[in-house]
C-alpha cells in the first residue's frame, strides 16, 4: 500500500491538519479504521478522521490550496511549554513594518527570492489569496494562504519581514525582490519550528 501525502514539510515544521490518501480494500468503518490507526502510531502523529472517497481523488493533486501559520514569540522569555513551536525573538518588532510589506505577496507572484537555493522547479510563480500578521499577546501569527507553495517559501519570507520589524530593511524592499528576484537579496530564512501547515483545501 502506498500513502500519499497532500505535501511535504520541511524537518522540524509542524502540521495541524495534514491529509493523506491510499488505497486499501477492507470491510472496516472509517472511524473503527482511524482508531486502529492511532493503536498504532506514535503519540507525536494523531489520524483524526477516516473518509472514504472517490476512486479519482488523491491528497496532493486534488488539493486546491493550502493555508500556513509561522508563530514568533515576541518577548524576553519564552513560556517553556511555547519553545518548540514559535520562533523566539527577543528584541520588540514593529509589527507595523512587518504588515505593511505582506499585501505586495499576495497575487501570482515570482518567488524565485525565496525559495531554497538547492530546490529546482518548472516555475517561481505561485498564486497567494491572503497574506497578513495578527498578534496575540506577545505572539505575532503570520497568516498565508495560496494555491501552491516553494520550498522554505514561507519561512523565507518571515525571515526578511523580521528584519523589516528589526529596522534593518524597509518594508518596500518586499515588492522589489518579487519584481527582481534574487534569492541572496532576501533575509535569511526563519527557523523550522515556528511554521505550521493548518488546513489543506479541497
Known amino acids: 500500500m502506498t500513502v500519499h501525502g497532500a505535501g511535504r514539510t520541511d524537518s522540524g515544521v509542524?502540521?495541524?491538519?495534514q491529509v493523506a490518501s491510499a488505497r486499501i480494500d477492507s470491510p472496516i468503518e472509517d472511524w473503527r479504521l482511524a482508531r486502529a490507526l492511532n493503536a498504532h502510531l506514535p503519540d507525536t502523529i494523531r489520524v483524526l478522521s477516516v473518509e472514504t472517497v472517490a476512486d479519482d481523488f488523491h491528497?496532493?493533486?486534488s488539493a486546491t490550496g493550502k493555508s500556513y501559520e509561522y508563530r514568533i514569540w515576541n518577548a524576553r522569555v519564552v513560556p517553556p511549554f511555547l519553545r518548540l513551536y514559535?520562533?523566539?525573538v527577543i528584541e520588540k518588532l514593529n509589527l507595523d513594518a512587518m504588515s505593511a510589506a505582506a499585501p505586495a505577496i499576495v497575487g501570482a507572484r515570482d518567488f524565485a527570492a525565496f525559495r531554497s537555493a538547492r530546490s529546482i522547479n518548472h516555475t517561481t510563480v505561485r498564486s497567494i489569496t491572503h497574506a497578513a500578521w495578527r498578534?496575540?499577546?506577545d505572539l505575532l501569527v503570520f497568516e498565508i494562504a495560496g494555491?501552491?507553495?516553494?520550498?522554505y517559501m514561507v519561512r523565507s519570507l518571515v525571515g526578511t519581514m523580521v528584519e523589516m520589524g528589526r529596522g534593518?530593511?524597509?518594508a518596500s524592499d518586499m515588492a522589489d525582490l518579487l519584481?527582481?528576484?534574487d534569492r541572496s537579496a532576501a533575509g535569511r530564512t526563519a527557523p523550522p519550528h515556528g511554521l505550521f501547515l493548518v488546513t489543506?483545501?479541497?
Open 147 to 151: 494555491a501552491g507553495f516553494l520550498r
Open 179 to 181: 519584481a527582481k528576484p
Open 168 to 170: 534593518q530593511r524597509p
Open 59 to 61: 491528497a496532493r493533486f
Open 86 to 88: 514559535t520562533w523566539h
Open 14 to 17: 509542524h502540521a495541524l491538519e
Open 200 to 202: 489543506v483545501s479541497y
Open 135 to 137: 498578534r496575540e499577546g
